[in-house]
């Protein structure tokens, strides 16, 4: 009697735990594509910000142009790192980063030599929304990088890096910016 559930049960209980397994797998295998998506469209928003950023210096450079003389290679700098923008990958981000905090630090030091630059609301709007900019930046970034440490601990963990390594998941570079580079620079009026 025993023998007849034995037999039939058996190869039932097999058949579930191999479906379980194929489930499981499956939502390994989305649970990485999600994470993935995710940080793809959070480096987007990113690229989005540092242009929307580098625009704003553009404006402000046509701004504070008429209040002492640029030069030309400053224009340049920030056309070529905008076009830098849309094709950066995370480690190129940081280049583009570097640069344009750069040129924000040249701006702030125009404003001291030039003081009646600071009472212009043209300017003042600007530097404000270009703080904006800079928060954005850093929740996207933030964002990003939580997302990266969710797939990378993926990568890294049983069974999941089984599976990585099958559909061949590669982990997720960090953003990661210089220590002066993390903190936005000083705007004052």
């Known amino acids: 009697m025993f023998e007849g559930i034995f037999s039939w049960l058996l ?3 097999l058949v579930l735990i191999i ?8 939502l390994l295998y989305n649970r990485f594509m999600a994470l993935k998506n995710s940080a793809q469209a959070t480096l987007g928003q990113i690229k989005v910000a540092l242009k929307k ?3 704003m210096i553009q404006e402000l450079l046509g701004a504070v142009k008429s209040y002492a003389a640029f030069e030309r290679e400053t224009f340049e700098r920030v056309t070529s790192m905008r076009s830098k923008v849309t094709t950066a990958g995370p ?3 940081t280049q583009v980063e570097n640069e ?6 040249r701006l702030l030091a125009v404003f001291e030599n030039y003081p009646v630059l600071k009472t212009s609301e043209t300017v003042t709007n600007l530097m404000n929304s270009i703080k904006g900019v800079e928060d954005e930046i850093a929740r996207q970034r933030y964002t990003y990088n939580n997302i990266g440490q969710e797939f990378n601990t993926l990568c890294d963990t049983i069974p999941s890096n089984f599976i990585a390594r099958i559909i061949k998941m590669r982990k997720i570079e960090y953003l990661e910016f210089e220590s002066e580079i993390t903190t936005p620079p000083k705007i004052e009026f």
């Open 91 to 93: 480690g190129d981000l």
């Open 19 to 26: 479906i379980g397994l194929i489930g499981y797998i499956f």
């Open 11 to 13: 190869p039932v209980i």
């Open 100 to 105: 344009s905090r750069s040129l924000m630090g």
């Open 53 to 55: 950023r580098l625009d």
